[in-house]
């Protein structure tokens, strides 16, 4: 099946009982059980329920995966993969992190004893230098937020694959419209749902998917031992928000591209980050893994200091000044001082996350109307 169809079907049958199109809202936390243990495969809503059971298929179809598990927020997800690990082992990321991940490794799990490595991961090869016997795991990002660095899947998966390690993707960013980080030999594939799956900015939720049994066990286990699974109304929302996840990505992209060409020549703009741009350091590895750029775009202000910076960030009509992104309306953020602003300064320096430093989801409005929105904000 191709994409536009998983989208709208995968996972989803009329319901037997009634014929209904749209699969129920089962909200319910427990189920009947004719004598102790004789029950439909449903015993209490931690661990199993049907809408959220529906969606887990369909996520796991939108990635080619094998299983799909749906979490009460991406970093539910991410908490979930941290706790395959033990004290002692080792974890390879990159230095360009959504400033969520960067504190739960940091800050949570690094006092359970394991330990982090953050690289420039522009050169895959990097990572030969850091394993080790204790190496478990590698995570990335790609694009990474918020300066769109291309990281190459395939390549690293070559080397996770001869070491036997578990390589997880975090692909919220590129949506799996844009990028199916599976079929160039991921283990798992995580996303924040909040963001491009989700789409309209009405529900915190994460997954991951993976093709492989054992692993699929472990995680489920995890996620009913500790309980960080979403109720029946969200998966419902989420479903539904999928059917049209094609529809709008594409339209992201549009939009996407036309901003971030507008933006290019605009004489108020340093640095303008977005992998569609043929001089884009990884423009090579964005066209080879992606189908598409997206509309993730982030900026510098030339010779802005921290007020004008407030200034611009401020001056908009139709972009909220918001975290997250994703959505179907367009949202600007000030990653120093929002989405990053738990990681230190030295550190997000590094990664080029400057005072300046603006990131814009575009949605998709009459592009037309965002156009203006920033000419009228940068003047
Ligand atoms: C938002 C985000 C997360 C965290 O997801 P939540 O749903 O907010 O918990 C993880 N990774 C990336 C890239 C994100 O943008």
Same mark, same amino acid.
């Given at each position: ?21 749209? +699969? ?5 936390? &427990? ?26 298929? #369909?996520?796991?179809? *939108? ?5 799909? *598990?749906? !979490? ?5 997800? &991410? ?13 390879? &990321? ?23 490595? !953050? ?12 394993? %080790?016997?204790? +190496? ?9 937020? =918020? ?23 975090? %692909?919220? !960013? ?30 915190? /939720?994460?997954?991951? /998917? ?18 960080? +699974? ?16 094609? *529809?709008?990505?594409?339209?992201? #992209? ?7 060409? !507008?933006?290019?020549?605009? =004489? ?69 001082? /929002? ?41």
């Amino acid at each position: 099946m191709k994409f536009a169809t998983k989208a709208i079907h995968a996972g989803q049958e009329p319901d037997p009982s009634t014929g209904a199109i749209m +699969t129920p809202i089962y909200q319910t936390s &427990t189920y009947w059980q004719k004598s102790p243990g004789d029950n439909k495969g449903y015993e209490y809503s931690r661990g199993t329920n049907p809408t959220r059971k529906a969606l887990e298929a #369909c996520l796991a179809a *939108l990635e080619n995966a094998k299983y799909g *598990l749906a !979490f009460s927020s991406g970093m539910g997800a &991410t908490d979930a993969v941290m706790k395959l690990l033990k004290p002692g082992d080792e974890v390879i &990321t990159g230095n360009d992190l959504y400033g969520g991940s960067y504190r739960i490794f940091t800050k949570v799990f690094a006092n359970y004893g394991i330990k982090f490595h !953050f690289l420039d991961l522009s050169d895959p090869e990097i990572i030969n230098g850091y394993i %080790n016997e204790n +190496t478990k795991l590698v995570w990335i990002e790609t694009p990474t937020n =918020p300066t769109m660095q291309v990281v190459d899947i395939e390549a690293i998966a070559k080397i996770t694959k001869t070491k036997g390690l578990i390589f997880v993707v975090d %692909n919220t !960013f590129a949506s799996p419209y844009l990028q199916n980080p599976m079929d160039l030999g991921a283990t798992i594939v995580m996303h924040s749902i909040t963001k491009y799956i989700g789409g309209h900015s009405d529900v915190v /939720m994460g997954a991951l /998917m993976m093709d492989d049994e054992d692993l699929y066990k472990r995680l489920w286990f995890i996620y009913n031992a500790c309980g960080a +699974t979403p109720g029946p109304m969200d998966s419902f929302l989420v479903l539904r928000g999928i059917k049209t996840l094609h *529809l709008r990505m594409k339209a992201h #992209c549009e939009n996407g591209r036309k901003v971030a060409e !507008f933006l290019k020549t605009h =004489p108020k703009i340093d640095k303008i980050y977005w992998p569609g741009f043929v001089d884009h350091p990884n423009y090579e590895i964005a066209k080879k893994q992606m189908r598409d750029f997206g509309g993730m775009i982030s900026i510098t202000l030339k010779g802005a200091d921290l007020k004008e910076t407030f200034r611009v960030a401020s001056s908009f009509n139709v972009f909220s000044l918001a975290e997250s992104l994703g959505g179907v309306e367009s949202l600007i953020n000030h990653p120093v001082t /929002m989405t990053h602003a738990s990681i230190p300064k030295e550190e997000r320096e590094k990664a080029g996350v400057v005072d300046n430093l603006l990131r814009l989801s575009v949605g998709v409005e009459d592009v037309d109307d965002l156009i203006e929105d920033l000419k009228q904000a940068l003047n």
